[in-house]
């Protein structure tokens, strides 16, 4: 179920700092809530919350649809506010998520450019997708799962989520610094391709 975003969940975002001078989303029309069905590590079906720009908005619901019907396991989905804005402690929960304009003493690319920062990246199962920070050559939020091994909630090249992502032209950043939790659909930024909004 694609909506727009509440008042109350606007306010709180911009009480997280997630919406603030400088951050490329200043209205809360160039985002949606994107509610989405998902199942847990124990198989049980919850709901989460992901809020994305309103041009990839329609592609999220139909990516993690997908994903539902394969059963791949979700830890936990909410939106970054919850988290008072922090990236770190979202990704620390092994918390997949979204939007975030995050501030510059978190893990962040420009803001202006960063996907995140416009609504269109998503990380999925940090823990079990972790990144490697070559600021202190270490793997966050663990290292436990720097191999690529198949198991619950790890993704892999070739496997459910990367094609769900994939047939939707989302990138997987398996690059030389590997992010393997994160999906944009490019940087810098830019507007997805065309997509009936239905939100």
Not at 52 to 70: E, G, H, K, M, T
Not at 107 to 126: C, K, T
């Amino acid at each position: 179920m694609i909506e727009p975003i509440p008042l109350r969940q606007w306010q709180a975002m911009k009480r997280a700092g997630m919406v603030r001078p400088g951050c490329p989303i200043v209205r809360r029309g160039q985002l949606r809530s994107v509610w989405v069905s998902f199942v847990d590590f124990e198989g049980v079906k919850q709901r989460g919350q992901l809020v994305v720009n309103r041009d990839v908005a329609a592609s999220v619901a139909r990516i993690f649809s997908a994903l539902y019907d394969a059963r791949f396991p979700i830890r936990k989905m909410r939106p970054v506010e919850k988290y008072d804005g922090d990236a770190n402690a979202s990704l620390a929960d092994d918390n997949t998520s979204a939007y975030n304009c995050r501030t510059a003493d978190q893990i962040n690319a420009p803001f202006r450019e960063s996907p995140h920062a416009n609504g269109r990246a998503i990380d999925i199962n940090p823990f079990e997708n972790p990144w490697k920070d070559l600021r202190c050559k270490c793997w966050f939020p663990s290292d436990e799962n720097r191999a690529r091994k198949e198991g619950p909630g790890v993704i892999v090249r070739g496997g459910v989520v990367w094609k769900a992502f994939r047939q939707e032209g989302w990138i997987w950043q398996d690059i030389d610094v590997p992010d393997y939790m994160h999906f944009d659909t490019g940087y810098p930024s830019k507007p997805f391709r065309s997509d009936p909004d239905v939100g």
